[in-house]
């Protein structure tokens, strides 16, 4: 089974920052990476797929890049709304696999 | 509206069963793949299993393998899940989730969830 594992797994940030949040999983899964933000008691909402395409909706400051192993979720300009537990998510192959999340909390 | 509402969760004793079910409305549920995916407390998210959209194919995790069964009902626009010999570690929120549609298996819709808790 493929192990997703980010980092870091949580930290501290001001409105303004930028912040970048990493994804890496044990073997290549190509593009099928996901991203989600989930707030407390709520469903996670899609943010990113396929690596780097923005799902409909959510706003340019989101970006993802990467492929294969190494993938990076940023927050250009982070807003109050963004303090979050962030997930990333393979589909390349079963069984499906979360990342531990990287939870983003007010400095 | 869009939307998917999970029910049958609850409290149940180590080695007991429980059936949750998914409602979907606003979409053409028979055309999506569908999925299980729980949360422990505090914890991060557990993909559990899917089913293709005719029922044909089911996948599952590990952790639950010859334990959960899941089903859905097409004419009823019904995503089931059947837990049998639930362990402490079961104890989660489950949400119901639909794929993006075009066969790649993350998630574009989601449910509210539904807690299970296993304790004696």
């Known amino acids: 089974a493929i192990r997703m594992t980010q980092s870091p797994s949580s930290f501290s940030a001001s409105t303004g920052d930028r912040v970048t949040i990493t994804c890496r999983a044990s073997q290549g899964v190509r593009t099928n990476l996901a991203w989600y933000q989930q707030k407390p008691g709520k469903a996670p909402k899609l943010l990113i797929y396929?690596?780097?395409t923005l799902q409909s909706g959510v706003p340019s400051r989101f970006s993802g890049s990467g492929s294969g192993t190494d993938f990076t979720l940023t927050i250009s300009y982070l807003q109050s709304e963004d303090f979050a537990t962030y997930y990333c998510?393979?589909?390349?192959?079963?069984?499906?696999?979360f990342g531990g999340g990287t939870k983003v909390e007010i400095k | 509206e869009v939307k998917l509402v999970e029910s049958g969760g609850g409290l149940v004793q180590p080695g007991g069963s429980l059936r949750l079910s998914c409602a979907a409305a606003?979409?053409?549920?028979?055309?999506?793949?569908m999925s299980w995916v729980r949360q422990a407390p505090g914890k991060g998210l557990e993909w559990v299993a899917n089913?293709?959209?005719?029922?044909?194919?089911?996948y599952y995790g590990d952790s639950v393998k010859g334990r959960f069964t899941i089903s859905r009902d097409n004419a009823r626009n019904s995503l089931y899940l059947q837990m049998n010999s639930l362990r402490a570690d079961d104890t989660a929120v489950y949400y119901c989730?639909?794929?993006?549609?075009?066969?790649?298996?993350?998630?574009?819709?989601w449910g509210q969830g539904t807690l299970v808790t296993v304790s004696p």
């Open positions: 089913i293709m959209q005719d029922g044909r194919e089911k």
């Open positions: 606003g979409f053409s549920f028979s055309s999506y793949w």
């Open positions: 998510q393979q589909y390349y192959i079963y069984p499906l696999a």
């Open positions: 396929g690596a780097s």
């Open positions: 989730a639909r794929d993006s549609g075009g066969d790649l298996e993350y998630f574009h819709l």
